[in-house]
């Protein structure tokens, strides 16, 4: 799971307990809108810190420097492809933008093909963080955990 400098403390740290569940890796990629010490980071997050597997990127070139050869689904709003028509496979990343600005359009004309969104109706401009991160996720983790 890989985040891209997100801006919201609390969807961070829920989708950091998501990613203790699911036995996820979290990925954040700088800047970060919060602090790591954050209180409300940590609360949303609860006691599960400890158990989390996170990686911390400077930059979105670092961390496609050190992934380059993984496949990389990026969840936009911009993106065409409803999410439950990709087929994840273990290994995959699945990258979501900041709450405020989403994913760089360069960066998303770059993988169109992998770029995925989540149909909604017009009367949202998008979901909550945290809530779009567990529908991709657990959608990629029923193909790979039940499609073997």
Not at 23 to 42: A, E, Q, V, Y
Not at 87 to 106: A, R
Not at 111 to 131: E, F, G, K, Q, W
Request: aromatic share 12%; with cysteine; glycine share 4%.
């Amino acid at each position: 799971m890989v985040l891209f400098q997100p801006d919201i403390p609390p969807n961070t740290g829920n989708i950091a307990r998501l990613c203790v569940a699911t036995n996820s890796t979290l990925h954040l990629i700088k800047p970060l809108g919060f602090s790591l010490n954050d209180k409300r980071l940590k609360r949303a997050g609860l006691d599960y810190w400890d158990n989390l597997k996170l990686e911390i990127h400077n930059s979105l070139d670092d961390f496609l420097k050190k992934y380059k050869d993984k496949r990389l689904f990026l969840a936009s709003t911009k993106a065409e492809k409803p999410y439950f028509e990709a087929n994840f496979s273990e290994g995959d990343f699945l990258v979501f933008g900041s709450e405020t600005q989403g994913l760089p359009e360069d960066f998303i004309a770059s993988y169109y093909d992998y770029s995925i969104n989540i149909p909604m109706t017009d009367n949202v401009r998008s979901l909550n963080l945290a809530d779009s991160v567990a529908v991709v996720l657990y959608e990629a983790i029923r193909q790979v955990c039940f499609n073997r």
